[in-house]
């Protein structure tokens, strides 16, 4: 049994939500978002509650319960409070500005990275080594705050790169002589 997918997702007040067939829209203050449940589980909206429940016994039926229950809970959650992460900037000369639809990375190479921000996507720079990247898209605002990322991981040696304000590098010893 899931533990997750035994609760229900509750729609909180200034948020609409409609349920027809297999699709959620979900609108809300921030924005509007869709979504297709799986043929694995089955959706009721009763009470300002979505609930999700398995159809039969099978492993796929139950690892699938979960799954789109916390899918339909990011999408409330997205149109009323919305997702960021924030990304550190660590390197001698390592830096970030938005320029209009664009964020300009300056990461050690010869040239400056140019990064265009995605439609739906906010991303704001407080300073040069913070990024912090928004929207109500949850899986949307961690695909770009990763395809940034990429662009320089932090290393172990000296911690340079671009990584998460909550991710913790382990750092390695140099050679010794």
């Not at 099978?58 to 009323?80: C, D, F, H, I, Y």
């Amino acid at each position: 049994m899931s533990r997750i997918g035994k609760k229900p997702v509750a729609v909180p007040q200034g948020v609409e939500a409609n349920l027809s067939g297999r699709d959620l829209k979900v609108k809300g203050p921030k924005g509007e978002l869709v979504m297709t449940f799986m043929d694995e589980v089955d959706v009721k909206m009763e009470d300002g509650q979505i609930s999700v429940m398995p159809i039969g016994e099978t492993k796929r039926a139950r690892s699938m319960w979960g799954m789109q229950r916390t899918l339909a809970e990011n999408l409330v959650t997205g149109v009323t409070d919305g997702f960021s992460k924030e990304l550190k900037l660590n390197g001698v000369g390592y830096r970030a500005a938005v320029q209009g639809k664009n964020v300009q990375l300056q990461l050690g190479y010869s040239h400056d990275v140019i990064f265009p921000i995605p439609e739906g996507i906010d991303v704001k720079c407080p300073d040069q080594t913070t990024i912090i990247v928004s929207g109500i898209d949850k899986q949307q605002v961690g695909q770009v705050a990763a395809e940034i990322r990429k662009w320089r991981k932090p290393e172990p040696y000296k911690g340079k790169g671009i990584k998460y304000a909550d991710e913790y590098i382990f750092r390695k010893e140099g050679k010794k002589k």
